[in-house]
């Protein structure tokens, strides 16, 4: 294959010995670097949202079972997710070190993966690596390490747990295809390569449905390293036994027949996966419920190429805004968007000008950002969505990996040359000079246009970052774990988390029993106390009371006399609606024991009472005039006080 730098820009041998050298490490470094970043962006995060539906259901049943694992979560199937989801919360409630070190790790996995198939695209056929082919390598890496694109379904958990395992197993598979392809592998490892990809395919698939998108990523970056390089395989010296063994005799095949003829077992792998997991997609899943729009879901892939696509090439948006309870929302200046247009027609300017065959490849590269947006966008279009959902830019991380594998393939394309060029390109040695001077110009030109990129980058993510931190999740929990701690020795009333922390959308998943069930230092959650607490908005402790919606008045006896010896009904004044109730009922007992309370049309509760004068506060379901009231304990005896029937709210609200 023609080299994409010609001979007389080249650097010495020497020097290109040392840069070669310096290429691995260069990359790891740049990984490494961009961990440090994502390390600081979970280390000031925190859970938010579905993170907090993932925790209850991991608190409410058990983690290894198919309600639990093979739940439809908005729409999508992914009992790989919520599997760690589920370790996670049993290993450590309510923790959120252990999330955000998966999260760390699932991102390190994903920039290797990243980083390996620029090598097998920008690999030559036979050949020593062309070495500043890897340099520009470097620079498609760091625009995945760092790009905006990125950032958002990497710091929110439940959103990472989907993309991070599909980025890596994208690009996995997508060197595995190409190496199968273009690198005629022995027998052995193409078997290694169908099993591995396999497998990779499956986990992505447990992980994120949209993993299904792998296998025509991977044929599509296949024919186009095809276009480029199609290598005979040179014949054997035994006679075949299977038929992988076999010569390949497919010259007369055009790219498509070559990629699907080489790699056919990694390909018919792949696709009997692909089938089998849409059957089982569409029988759990509940992805296409409700209404959509089809002028709405242009209106948002739209949205999210000039808004978040574009500008991102730059380094944007450097403003992030965040209307609680919803995510961060990026809003790129004009200018910054018309820059990243004139980027994108600067590069396709250049590499058609520069390279043969790229305009495939950009072509297929664009139709995947517009495409690939169009089942998430329609699946969220309806009347209650708002276009500035595109700008979250939580959908994108897979374009960004599929805009570097683009990058590679350009910078592996041929260039365009004649003989009059490559004739005066080594005329004489004036302009060998000349050439190897604006070589190391033009290369700190781009390393400069490169760093420009990577602070604008920087910059838009530690913007996101304080919009992400400015929220009320994170010390909500922290409080009310420490609240349930301190509150141990009583039974508590379950209550919904507030609304800015989750909707009531997500019931019965917003109740603080789902988010703290795991917990071992907290009280029992139940249908009786006899303290009236409460979390307030903030997460902290506070008394609660029960609000007037009907009343009893006192018994006819007294404390020494005890008028409740047996089944009674305490008369209300008013009826009661079929809801959840709560009854404050002040009491004299002769002795500790159990009563029976109920509602009409509601199951009664059981609840333990003390020797003397005490308060209790029982919730019951039903309806009626009266609280049908039982002493179980024989010879329990009790007087009772006036009380209240209505609802728990914070004490401070009636005054109290």
């Known amino acids: 294959m ?33 961990l440090v970043v994502r390390g600081w962006l979970v280390a000031t995060g925190n859970f938010y949202w579905d993170d907090l539906i993932l925790i209850g259901r991991a ?40 999330p955000a070190l998966t999260l760390v790790i699932f991102q390190a996995l994903a920039s290797l993966a990243v980083w390996r198939m620029i090598r097998v695209l920008l690999a030559p056929v036979g050949g020593p690596r062309d070495v500043a082919r890897d340099l520009a390598g470097l620079g498609a890496l760091v625009f995945y390490l760092f790009t905006p694109m990125t950032v958002p379904a990497f710091i929110w958990w439940s959103a990472g747990l989907n993309s991070l395992p599909f980025q890596a197993a994208m690009a996995w598979i997508i060197a595995d295809a190409v190496i199968a392809v273009r690198d005629d592998p022995t027998p052995r490892r193409r078997r290694l390569i169908v099993i591995r990809s396999a ?50 005799r497919d010259t007369h095949l055009g790219p498509l027949g070559i990629a699907v003829v080489r790699a056919r077992a990694l390909w018919a792998a792949l696709g009997a996966i692909f089938v089998a997991w849409v059957l089982l997609f569409f029988s759990v899943s509940d992805a296409t419920a409700g209404a959509h729009s089809l002028s709405q879901t242009a209106q948002l892939v739209w949205r999210s190429i000039n808004h978040a696509v574009v500008p991102s090439l730059v380094g944007g948006p450097w403003d992030w805004e965040r209307w609680i309870p919803s995510p961060p929302m990026g809003f790129s200046a004009v200018w910054m968007i018309v820059a990243g247009w004139v980027v994108v027609a600067a590069f396709v300017a250049w590499a058609v000008l520069t390279r043969r065959g790229v305009i495939a490849v950009l072509v297929c590269a664009a139709l995947y950002v517009a495409i690939a947006q169009v089942p998430v966008m329609w699946n969220r279009s309806s009347a209650n ?33 004649t003989r009059r060029h490559r004739h005066e390109a080594t005329a004489t ?12 110009i033009l290369a700190v030109g781009v390393g400069v246009l490169a760093a420009l990129a990577v602070a604008s980058s920087l910059i838009s993510t530690a913007s996101y970052q304080s919009s992400w931190s400015d929220d009320p999740t994170g010390p909500y929990l922290a409080n009310a774990k420490k609240s349930l701690a301190a509150n141990r020795n009583h039974p508590m009333f379950d209550q919904a988390l507030p609304l800015e922390v989750l909707l009531p959308v997500a019931y ?106 005490h308060v209790v506060y029982v919730q019951l379901d039903g309806r009626g005039t009266a609280v049908a009231i039982t002493p179980i304990t024989p010879g329990l005896a009790l007087h009772t006080g006036d009380g209240r029937v209505g609802e728990v709210v914070d004490a401070r609200l009636l005054g109290q």
């Open 429 to 440: 040695d004036r302009d060998r000079d000349r050439h190897s001077e604006r070589g190391p």
């Open 508 to 613: 019965p998943y917003n109740q603080i029993s789902a988010t703290f069930g795991r917990l071992t230092d907290r009280p029992d959650f139940g249908s009786w106390t006899d303290k009236l607490s409460v979390l307030d908005a903030a997460g902290n402790l506070t008394p609660g009371a029960v609000t007037p919606r009907r009343t009893f008045a006192a018994g006819s006896g007294t404390c020494a006399r005890p008028e409740l010896t047996g089944a009674d009904r305490l008369q209300l004044d008013g009826p009661l609606i079929q809801w959840r109730w709560t009854v404050a009922l002040g009491y004299c007992a002769n002795a500790a024991g159990t009563v029976e309370l109920s509602l009409q049309g509601g199951p009664a509760v059981r609840v333990p009472v003390q020797a003397g004068l």
């Open 385 to 417: 969505t708002a276009l500035e959902l595109a700008q979250t830019m939580r959908y994108l991380p897979d374009s960004a990996l599929v805009i570097v594998a683009a990058l590679a393939l350009v910078i592996a394309a041929p260039a365009r040359s």
């Open 199 to 248: 497998v990779i395919f499956v986990v992505a698939l447990a992980f994120f449905e949209k993993s299904l998108y792998i296998p025509p990523v991977a044929l599509v970056v296949a024919v186009l390293v095809t276009r480029f390089a199609s290598p005979t395989s040179p014949p054997p010296t035994s006679p075949p036994t299977t038929p992988d063994d076999e010569p390949d």
């Open 2 to 34: 023609p080299s994409a730098v010609t001979s007389s820009s080249a650097p010495a041998p020497a020097t290109t010995a040392r840069l070669a050298a310096l290429v691995m490490p260069a990359a790891f470094t740049l990984i490494i670097a961009q």
């Open 59 to 98: 608190s409410t049943m058990p983690i290894l079972s198919w309600e639990f694992l093979g739940n439809s979560h908005d729409g999508h199937f992914m009992p790989a997710a919520f599997l760690v989801a589920g370790v996670s919360t049993v290993l450590a409630p309510v923790q959120w070190m252990a």
